[in-house]
């Protein structure tokens, strides 16, 4: 059965930082892609960024280019959201997913929002981003 466990969220001030991690269980780790998401209240969710963990290949929304880097641990089995110079619109619930096989449908929520019926998801970890 595959897991994912989000932990990492909180309440910082804008231009503050959080580390987001995602501990992948039950899956073929190294073969697929894992990839981000967040929701806010009201909106779609929409992909953020998002690794092949085979290859290492990222990509990010243009929204977070710059200012979040996504990584892997390939030992632990775990990917990471580093999140630096947070505004008050990150603020959202975000999502660990996993894809079997490429990035397809991470890229497509990426590029166009909408999640794209990823694999796989975890419940979720809470950031808040006060002004």
């Known amino acids: 059965q595959v897991q994912l466990v989000e932990s990492g969220g909180g309440s910082v001030q804008a231009g503050g930082s959080l580390r987001l991690s995602c501990a992948a269980s039950?899956?073929?780790?190294?073969?697929?892609?894992l990839a981000w998401f967040r929701q806010a209240p009201g909106k779609e969710r929409e992909g953020v960024a998002a690794?092949?963990?085979?290859?290492?290949?990222?990509y990010y929304a243009d929204s977070v280019k710059g200012r979040f880097t996504i990584s892997q641990d390939n030992a632990e089995n775990t990917v990471y959201l580093q999140m630096n110079s947070l505004k008050p619109e990150d603020t959202a619930m975000y999502y660990c997913?996993?894809?079997?096989?490429?990035?397809?449908?991470?890229?497509?929520?990426?590029?166009?929002?909408?999640?794209?019926?990823?694999?796989?998801w975890g419940k979720g970890t809470l950031v808040t981003i006060s002004s």
């Open positions: 690794i092949h963990t085979g290859g290492g290949v990222t």
């Open positions: 997913a996993a894809e079997n096989g490429g990035c397809v449908k991470a890229y497509a929520g990426i590029i166009a929002g909408g999640d794209y019926g990823m694999d796989y």
């Open positions: 039950g899956y073929t780790y190294n073969r697929n892609c």
